[in-house]
Protein backbone atom coordinates (compact mmCIF):
# COMPACT_ATOMS: atom_id res chain seq x y z
CA UNK A 1 0.00 0.00 0.00
CA UNK A 2 1.49 3.47 -0.94
CA UNK A 3 2.30 6.03 1.46
CA UNK A 4 -0.57 8.48 2.60
CA UNK A 5 0.47 11.96 1.32
CA UNK A 6 -0.01 13.89 4.82
CA UNK A 7 1.76 16.75 5.20
CA UNK A 8 1.60 16.96 9.32
CA UNK A 9 2.39 14.19 10.80
CA UNK A 10 2.34 14.83 14.75
CA UNK A 11 4.09 11.95 16.04
CA UNK A 12 7.64 12.26 14.50
CA UNK A 13 7.88 14.61 17.33
CA UNK A 14 6.36 12.07 19.83
CA UNK A 15 9.09 9.17 17.99
CA UNK A 16 11.77 9.21 20.83
CA UNK A 17 11.48 10.12 25.07
CA UNK A 18 14.63 12.38 24.60
CA UNK A 19 12.56 14.17 21.56
CA UNK A 20 9.34 14.02 23.67
CA UNK A 21 11.31 15.61 26.34
CA UNK A 22 12.56 18.48 24.08
CA UNK A 23 9.21 20.03 23.93
CA UNK A 24 7.23 18.26 27.13
CA UNK A 25 5.68 21.19 28.90
CA UNK A 26 4.50 20.55 32.18
CA UNK A 27 6.53 19.09 34.72
CA UNK A 28 6.10 18.04 38.45
CA UNK A 29 8.47 18.91 41.13
CA UNK A 30 8.80 18.49 45.07
CA UNK A 31 8.92 22.17 44.97
CA UNK A 32 5.26 22.58 43.91
CA UNK A 33 3.74 20.39 47.01
CA UNK A 34 2.01 21.26 50.04
CA UNK A 35 1.40 18.26 52.49
CA UNK A 36 -1.24 17.88 54.45
CA UNK A 37 -0.98 16.75 57.78
CA UNK A 38 -3.45 15.04 60.31
CA UNK A 39 -2.82 15.67 64.18
CA UNK A 40 -4.56 14.76 67.63
CA UNK A 41 -3.12 14.91 70.71
CA UNK A 42 -3.46 11.41 71.65
CA UNK A 43 0.34 9.26 72.17
CA UNK A 44 -0.14 6.74 69.13
CA UNK A 45 -0.10 7.24 65.40
CA UNK A 46 -4.03 6.39 64.40
CA UNK A 47 -4.06 5.53 60.68
CA UNK A 48 -7.25 7.19 58.35
CA UNK A 49 -9.50 4.57 57.20
CA UNK A 50 -10.70 6.23 53.71
CA UNK A 51 -7.53 7.69 53.30
CA UNK A 52 -4.56 4.89 53.19
CA UNK A 53 -1.20 6.05 53.92
CA UNK A 54 -2.32 9.00 56.15
CA UNK A 55 -3.04 9.22 60.27
CA UNK A 56 -4.20 11.30 62.72
CA UNK A 57 -0.22 11.77 63.57
CA UNK A 58 0.56 11.97 67.60
CA UNK A 59 2.87 15.02 68.46
CA UNK A 60 6.03 13.01 68.13
CA UNK A 61 4.76 11.66 64.97
CA UNK A 62 4.00 14.79 63.37
CA UNK A 63 7.76 15.52 63.57
CA UNK A 64 9.28 12.47 62.33
CA UNK A 65 6.88 12.91 59.71
CA UNK A 66 8.08 16.28 58.76
CA UNK A 67 11.46 15.07 59.02
CA UNK A 68 10.42 12.32 56.12
CA UNK A 69 8.90 14.83 54.13
CA UNK A 70 12.40 16.67 54.41
CA UNK A 71 14.02 13.97 53.21
CA UNK A 72 12.02 12.98 50.45
CA UNK A 73 12.63 16.86 49.35
CA UNK A 74 8.64 18.27 50.54
CA UNK A 75 9.72 21.40 52.39
CA UNK A 76 6.06 22.74 53.07
CA UNK A 77 3.20 20.94 54.93
CA UNK A 78 -0.36 22.57 56.15
CA UNK A 79 -1.85 21.20 59.36
CA UNK A 80 -5.11 20.03 60.37
CA UNK A 81 -6.34 19.21 64.38
CA UNK A 82 -8.64 16.61 65.25
CA UNK A 83 -9.92 17.79 68.50
CA UNK A 84 -11.64 16.25 70.87
CA UNK A 85 -15.65 17.31 71.96
CA UNK A 86 -14.32 18.87 74.58
CA UNK A 87 -12.52 21.25 72.42
CA UNK A 88 -15.61 21.95 70.54
CA UNK A 89 -18.12 24.80 70.61
CA UNK A 90 -20.74 26.89 68.89
CA UNK A 91 -18.21 29.88 68.35
CA UNK A 92 -15.22 27.61 67.95
CA UNK A 93 -13.30 29.79 70.20
CA UNK A 94 -10.87 26.90 70.94
CA UNK A 95 -8.96 27.71 67.30
CA UNK A 96 -7.42 30.64 68.62
CA UNK A 97 -5.87 29.23 71.70
CA UNK A 98 -2.47 30.08 72.28
CA UNK A 99 -2.16 26.54 73.53
CA UNK A 100 -4.21 24.85 71.10
CA UNK A 101 -2.81 21.53 69.42
CA UNK A 102 -2.18 23.74 66.03
CA UNK A 103 -0.30 26.27 67.83
CA UNK A 104 1.83 24.05 69.80
CA UNK A 105 2.54 22.03 66.69
CA UNK A 106 3.65 25.13 64.72
CA UNK A 107 5.84 26.27 67.85
CA UNK A 108 7.54 22.25 68.09
CA UNK A 109 8.29 22.15 63.89
CA UNK A 110 9.69 25.58 63.53
CA UNK A 111 12.05 24.94 66.20
CA UNK A 112 13.29 21.94 65.16
CA UNK A 113 12.85 22.71 61.28
CA UNK A 114 12.80 26.28 60.88
CA UNK A 115 13.33 25.71 56.81
CA UNK A 116 9.66 24.58 56.69
CA UNK A 117 6.89 26.33 55.17
CA UNK A 118 4.49 26.42 57.83
CA UNK A 119 0.59 26.97 56.68
CA UNK A 120 -2.03 26.86 58.44
CA UNK A 121 -5.74 26.04 57.92
CA UNK A 122 -8.20 29.23 58.92
CA UNK A 123 -12.10 28.36 59.81
CA UNK A 124 -14.12 26.74 62.90
CA UNK A 125 -14.72 23.77 61.46
CA UNK A 126 -12.62 21.48 63.74
CA UNK A 127 -13.67 23.41 66.62
CA UNK A 128 -17.54 24.08 65.81
CA UNK A 129 -19.86 21.54 67.83
CA UNK A 130 -22.05 22.03 65.10
CA UNK A 131 -19.47 21.17 62.38
CA UNK A 132 -19.30 24.22 60.61
CA UNK A 133 -16.90 26.20 58.74
CA UNK A 134 -19.13 29.48 60.89
CA UNK A 135 -20.59 30.70 63.67
CA UNK A 136 -23.94 29.08 63.58
CA UNK A 137 -27.61 31.19 65.02
CA UNK A 138 -30.22 29.86 66.50
CA UNK A 139 -32.22 29.53 63.22
CA UNK A 140 -29.35 27.54 61.37
CA UNK A 141 -27.66 30.59 59.25
CA UNK A 142 -24.46 30.59 59.72
CA UNK A 143 -23.04 34.13 61.16
CA UNK A 144 -20.44 35.93 58.05
CA UNK A 145 -19.23 38.93 60.44
CA UNK A 146 -19.38 37.28 63.95
CA UNK A 147 -17.11 34.27 62.16
CA UNK A 148 -14.90 36.33 60.52
CA UNK A 149 -14.19 38.31 63.88
CA UNK A 150 -13.09 34.95 65.28
CA UNK A 151 -11.27 33.78 62.28
CA UNK A 152 -9.18 36.73 62.47
CA UNK A 153 -8.31 35.77 66.14
CA UNK A 154 -7.46 32.38 65.03
CA UNK A 155 -5.19 33.56 62.26
CA UNK A 156 -3.60 35.80 64.76
CA UNK A 157 -2.76 33.17 66.97
CA UNK A 158 -1.37 30.68 64.45
CA UNK A 159 1.05 33.39 63.28
CA UNK A 160 1.88 33.96 66.56
CA UNK A 161 2.80 30.77 66.92
CA UNK A 162 5.21 30.82 63.81
CA UNK A 163 2.59 29.88 60.65
CA UNK A 164 4.18 31.29 57.43
CA UNK A 165 1.36 31.42 55.31
CA UNK A 166 -2.78 31.66 56.47
CA UNK A 167 -5.15 29.89 54.64
CA UNK A 168 -8.66 30.46 54.77
CA UNK A 169 -11.17 27.76 53.43
CA UNK A 170 -14.12 29.04 55.45
CA UNK A 171 -15.44 31.30 52.82
CA UNK A 172 -17.09 34.21 54.34
CA UNK A 173 -17.61 36.71 52.88
CA UNK A 174 -14.81 39.58 53.87
CA UNK A 175 -12.32 37.47 55.14
CA UNK A 176 -9.31 37.76 53.31
CA UNK A 177 -9.05 41.85 54.30
CA UNK A 178 -10.25 41.50 57.42
CA UNK A 179 -7.31 38.81 57.85
CA UNK A 180 -5.16 40.92 56.43
CA UNK A 181 -5.76 43.41 58.84
CA UNK A 182 -5.53 41.68 61.54
CA UNK A 183 -2.22 40.09 61.06
CA UNK A 184 -0.66 44.07 60.10
CA UNK A 185 -2.01 45.73 63.09
CA UNK A 186 -0.42 42.47 64.90
CA UNK A 187 3.05 43.25 63.03
CA UNK A 188 2.73 40.10 60.36
CA UNK A 189 3.02 42.57 57.39
CA UNK A 190 4.94 39.25 56.28
CA UNK A 191 2.93 36.34 56.74
CA UNK A 192 0.81 35.44 53.67
CA UNK A 193 -2.49 34.89 53.14
CA UNK A 194 -3.22 31.77 50.56
CA UNK A 195 -7.08 32.58 50.20
CA UNK A 196 -9.23 29.20 48.96
CA UNK A 197 -10.63 31.68 46.33
CA UNK A 198 -12.82 29.01 44.91
CA UNK A 199 -13.76 26.71 47.33
CA UNK A 200 -16.41 24.02 45.70
CA UNK A 201 -19.67 22.51 48.06
CA UNK A 202 -18.09 19.14 47.28
CA UNK A 203 -18.61 15.88 48.86
CA UNK A 204 -14.66 14.75 47.68
CA UNK A 205 -14.20 16.48 51.21
CA UNK A 206 -15.70 12.99 52.60
CA UNK A 207 -12.74 11.12 53.71
CA UNK A 208 -11.31 14.53 55.46
CA UNK A 209 -14.27 15.00 57.90
CA UNK A 210 -14.30 11.13 58.28
CA UNK A 211 -10.37 12.00 59.78
CA UNK A 212 -11.41 14.92 61.13
CA UNK A 213 -14.61 14.28 62.69
CA UNK A 214 -15.97 17.68 61.35
CA UNK A 215 -18.88 16.72 59.23
CA UNK A 216 -21.74 19.26 59.78
CA UNK A 217 -24.40 17.82 62.48
CA UNK A 218 -27.43 19.19 60.43
CA UNK A 219 -27.63 20.99 56.53
CA UNK A 220 -24.57 21.22 54.49
CA UNK A 221 -22.10 24.04 53.51
CA UNK A 222 -23.64 25.01 50.67
CA UNK A 223 -24.79 28.99 51.78
CA UNK A 224 -21.19 29.59 52.04
CA UNK A 225 -19.28 26.79 50.12
CA UNK A 226 -19.65 27.59 45.82
CA UNK A 227 -22.10 25.70 43.74
CA UNK A 228 -19.97 23.31 41.95
CA UNK A 229 -22.17 24.01 38.59
CA UNK A 230 -20.64 27.30 38.68
CA UNK A 231 -17.65 29.10 36.77
CA UNK A 232 -18.58 32.86 36.73
CA UNK A 233 -18.89 33.05 40.09
CA UNK A 234 -15.19 32.10 40.77
CA UNK A 235 -14.18 35.49 39.12
CA UNK A 236 -16.20 37.11 41.57
CA UNK A 237 -14.16 35.37 44.27
CA UNK A 238 -11.54 36.08 42.52
CA UNK A 239 -11.59 39.65 41.80
CA UNK A 240 -12.89 40.09 45.80
CA UNK A 241 -9.76 37.66 47.55
CA UNK A 242 -7.69 40.00 44.86
CA UNK A 243 -8.69 43.37 45.91
CA UNK A 244 -8.76 42.30 49.80
CA UNK A 245 -4.61 41.85 49.59
CA UNK A 246 -4.74 37.79 49.05
CA UNK A 247 -1.21 36.42 48.03
CA UNK A 248 -2.20 33.12 46.08
CA UNK A 249 -5.67 32.16 45.29
CA UNK A 250 -6.74 27.88 45.33
CA UNK A 251 -9.29 26.30 43.92
CA UNK A 252 -10.52 23.39 45.46
CA UNK A 253 -11.60 20.10 44.73
CA UNK A 254 -8.52 19.93 41.93
CA UNK A 255 -9.26 16.90 38.90
CA UNK A 256 -12.65 17.40 38.56
CA UNK A 257 -12.31 21.77 38.60
CA UNK A 258 -9.33 21.79 36.16
CA UNK A 259 -11.63 24.51 34.37
CA UNK A 260 -11.75 26.69 36.85
CA UNK A 261 -7.87 26.17 37.61
CA UNK A 262 -7.15 27.70 34.26
CA UNK A 263 -10.47 30.22 34.18
CA UNK A 264 -8.30 31.86 37.61
CA UNK A 265 -4.91 31.38 36.14
CA UNK A 266 -6.25 33.45 32.88
CA UNK A 267 -7.79 36.27 34.70
CA UNK A 268 -5.01 36.95 37.48
CA UNK A 269 -1.16 37.20 38.03
CA UNK A 270 -1.21 35.99 41.14
CA UNK A 271 -0.11 32.76 41.85
CA UNK A 272 -2.67 29.65 41.86
CA UNK A 273 -3.12 26.70 44.02
CA UNK A 274 -4.98 23.90 43.63
CA UNK A 275 -6.30 20.90 46.39
CA UNK A 276 -5.89 17.69 45.23
CA UNK A 277 -8.50 16.41 48.06
CA UNK A 278 -9.19 13.94 50.13
CA UNK A 279 -11.88 12.09 47.79
CA UNK A 280 -9.66 12.54 45.03
CA UNK A 281 -7.15 10.90 46.79
CA UNK A 282 -8.99 7.73 48.33
CA UNK A 283 -10.93 6.84 44.95
CA UNK A 284 -6.66 6.69 43.11
CA UNK A 285 -5.98 4.58 46.47
CA UNK A 286 -9.31 2.08 46.60
CA UNK A 287 -8.74 1.40 42.79
CA UNK A 288 -5.47 0.53 42.96
CA UNK A 289 -5.77 -1.65 46.28
CA UNK A 290 -8.28 -3.15 43.88
CA UNK A 291 -6.08 -3.76 41.05
CA UNK A 292 -7.81 -1.53 38.61
CA UNK A 293 -5.37 1.52 37.99
CA UNK A 294 -1.41 1.63 38.43
CA UNK A 295 -1.60 3.85 41.26
CA UNK A 296 1.82 5.38 40.19
CA UNK A 297 0.95 6.16 37.17
CA UNK A 298 -2.24 7.66 37.74
CA UNK A 299 -1.29 9.57 40.36
CA UNK A 300 1.70 11.39 38.97
CA UNK A 301 -0.83 11.92 35.97
CA UNK A 302 -3.84 13.48 37.95
CA UNK A 303 -1.09 15.70 39.64
CA UNK A 304 0.35 16.55 35.90
CA UNK A 305 -2.70 17.28 34.76
CA UNK A 306 -3.42 20.03 38.10
CA UNK A 307 -0.09 21.39 36.95
CA UNK A 308 -0.88 21.63 33.35
CA UNK A 309 -4.24 23.28 34.12
CA UNK A 310 -2.49 26.24 35.44
CA UNK A 311 -1.88 25.64 38.91
CA UNK A 312 1.66 26.46 40.81
CA UNK A 313 0.96 24.87 44.11
CA UNK A 314 -0.41 21.50 44.96
CA UNK A 315 -2.03 20.62 48.26
CA UNK A 316 -1.66 16.47 47.99
CA UNK A 317 -2.00 14.18 50.52
CA UNK A 318 0.38 12.33 47.74
CA UNK A 319 3.69 15.09 48.03
CA UNK A 320 5.51 12.40 49.61
CA UNK A 321 4.96 9.87 47.99
CA UNK A 322 4.89 11.12 44.35
CA UNK A 323 8.54 12.88 45.31
CA UNK A 324 9.76 9.60 45.80
CA UNK A 325 8.44 8.36 42.72
CA UNK A 326 9.75 10.78 40.92
CA UNK A 327 13.17 10.70 42.06
CA UNK A 328 13.14 6.51 40.84
CA UNK A 329 12.67 8.59 37.66
C1 LIG B 1 -12.26 22.90 56.34
C2 LIG B 1 -11.56 22.18 55.26
C3 LIG B 1 -12.05 21.10 54.52
C4 LIG B 1 -11.01 20.66 53.72
C5 LIG B 1 -9.92 21.50 53.96
N1 LIG B 1 -10.28 22.46 54.90
C6 LIG B 1 -13.36 20.40 54.58
C7 LIG B 1 -14.59 21.15 54.33
O1 LIG B 1 -14.59 22.28 53.85
O2 LIG B 1 -15.64 20.60 54.65
C8 LIG B 1 -11.09 19.47 52.82
C9 LIG B 1 -9.81 18.85 52.42
C10 LIG B 1 -9.93 17.48 51.86
O3 LIG B 1 -11.02 16.94 51.62
O4 LIG B 1 -8.86 16.89 51.66
N2 LIG B 1 -12.64 24.18 56.19
Same mark, same amino acid.
Given at each position: ????????????????????????????? !??????????????????????? =????????????????????????? &???????????????????????????????????????????????????????????????????????? &??? /?????? !??? =??????????????????? /? !??????????????????????????????????????????????????????????????? =????????????????????????????????????????????????????????????????? =????????? !? /??????????
Amino acid at each position: MSQLPLSARPRRNRKSPAIRAWHRETWLS !ADHFVYPLFIHAGAEDQPIGAMP =GCSRLSPDGLLREVEGALEDGVKSV &VLFPAEPDSHKSPRGDHAWSPDGLVQSSLRAIKERFPEVVLVTDVALDPYSSDGHDGIVAEDGRILNDQTVA &VLC /RQAVSQ !ADA =GADVIAPSDMMDGRVGSIR /R !ALDSAGYTEVSILSYCAKYASAFYGPFREALDSAPKFGDKATYQMDPANAREALRELELDEAE =GADILMVKPALPYLDIIKLLRENTALPIAAYQVSGEYAMIKAAAANGWVTERKVALEALTSIRRA =GADVIFTYY !A /RQAARWMAQG
